[in-house]
Each structure stands twice: as structure tokens, then as C-alpha cells.
């Protein structure tokens, strides 16, 4: 009789690791969102903020908050055995911008955070990874006491192409952090699988 190992075990195959870049407005939540769901402890870049930023930061709706990301938030999660992903939160701040084409280098996809209280803050993200074919899905924080609004309206307030998926999240929420990380892994793999083979 054979001890050891059973024949019937699975041999370990290195999971497939993809990309993913959580960009949005200032103080939209995509370092909440990241640390939610991050199953290592996030890396996070944020400094508080100065006296001297207040000309050029715009604090308007969320004036309660005392800290910015000054390049990145980093997390990972393991969807399934054999997929990984890795978290890229962008800085919000326009002054941060210059960050993103680096971050952006590689990604398979992108979540776009989206605040109704500030709509307008979202669409440097959006004509930003619609000008560089990055396929990304529209996740709104449902931030307490903001007003809900259907998602036909806020798809018509962005403006959003019919393919582009939007959803509503709880940024502080892992299941539902994870259902819009799936919903944009899904996406941007469709869309891949529709790219014309180069030759």
C-alpha cells in the first residue's frame, strides 16, 4: 500500500495575475474600496493635507476629509485558485495626473468610482480610459445620505457607451467591492475576446 501524496491531488498551477486600476474623483473612496477587499495589507501613498494644497484642492462636498493619495494604493485578492488580481488605486487630484499613464501600463482594466454628489469629478477618468481603449466598468459609491438615483440617470448623466457596465457598490464592503471586480475582469475579457488577432 502507497502512503504519501494521493495520485488524485491537483498539481499546483500558477495562478494567472491580471491588472486592475480603481481611479475616480478626489475623496470618491477608492482607497476604502481597495483596503476592503485587499486580502494583504494595502499599500497606501496618502499624506495629510496642507494649508498650502487648499488653493488648488478642491474640497467641495467632501470638506471633512484630511488626507489625499499622492500616488497610488496598492492591493491584491484572490478571486478564484488560479486568478489574482492586483489593485491600483490612482490619485484623484489633477495635480497627480501625470501618475496615471505609468499605473495604467499593463492594466487589463479599470473601475471608475463614481460619487452622485459630484457626477462631474468622474469624467477625466472616464474620457481617460476611453481614449486609451482600456475597457472599464462604472462603480457608484452609495455613500450614506447621498441621494439614489436610478442607473438609467446616472448612465445618462455620464454618458456612458451602451457596452460600459455600471453598478451600484458600498465601497467599505468586500461582497460588494468583489461583485464589481468580477462584473470588470468579465468585461474587459469579452472585449478581448471580440480584438482582432494581430498577425
Request: net charge neutral.
Given at each position: 500500500?502507497?502512503?504519501?501524496?494521493?495520485?488524485?491531488?491537483?498539481?499546483?498551477?500558477?495562478?494567472?495575475?491580471l491588472k486592475i486600476l480603481v481611479a475616480g474623483g478626489f475623496g470618491v473612496g477608492k482607497t476604502t474600496l481597495v483596503g476592503s477587499v485587499s486580502e494583504i495589507r494595502p499599500l497606501r501613498t496618502e499624506?495629510?493635507?496642507s494649508e498650502a494644497g487648499r488653493p488648488v484642492d478642491d474640497?467641495?462636498?467632501?470638506?471633512?476629509?484630511?488626507?489625499?493619495?499622492?500616488?497610488?494604493?496598492?492591493?491584491?485578492?484572490?478571486?478564484?485558485?488560479d486568478l489574482?488580481?492586483?489593485?491600483?488605486?490612482?490619485?484623484?487630484?489633477?495635480?497627480?495626473w501625470f501618475?496615471?499613464?505609468?499605473?495604467?501600463?499593463?492594466?487589463?482594466?479599470?473601475?471608475?468610482?463614481?460619487?452622485?454628489?459630484?457626477?462631474?469629478?468622474?469624467?477625466?477618468?472616464?474620457?481617460?480610459?476611453?481614449?486609451?481603449?482600456?475597457?472599464?466598468?462604472?462603480?457608484?459609491?452609495?455613500f450614506e445620505g447621498a441621494?439614489?438615483?436610478?442607473?438609467?440617470?446616472?448612465?445618462?448623466?455620464l454618458d456612458l457607451d451602451p457596452e460600459v457596465e455600471l453598478l451600484m457598490c458600498d465601497a467599505r464592503d468586500r461582497e460588494s467591492v468583489k461583485n464589481v471586480l468580477v462584473a470588470v475582469v468579465q468585461h474587459a475579457l469579452v472585449l478581448a475576446d471580440r480584438s482582432p488577432v494581430a498577425t
Open positions: 500500500m502507497a502512503f504519501g501524496r494521493s495520485s488524485r491531488t491537483k498539481p499546483y498551477v500558477e495562478p494567472v495575475t499624506e495629510i493635507l474640497l467641495h462636498g467632501v470638506e471633512t476629509k484630511t488626507t489625499t493619495t499622492v500616488a497610488m494604493d496598492f492591493g491584491r485578492i484572490t478571486l478564484r485558485e489574482v488580481l492586483y489593485l491600483f488605486g490612482t490619485p484623484g487630484q489633477d495635480r497627480f501618475l496615471w499613464d505609468e499605473l495604467a501600463q499593463g492594466a487589463l482594466g479599470a473601475i471608475v468610482l463614481a460619487d452622485t454628489r459630484r457626477l462631474e469629478d468622474s469624467f477625466a477618468a472616464i474620457d481617460y480610459f476611453e481614449r486609451r481603449g482600456i475597457p472599464f466598468t462604472v462603480a457608484v459609491n452609495c441621494q439614489r438615483f436610478p442607473a438609467e440617470s446616472v448612465r445618462g448623466a
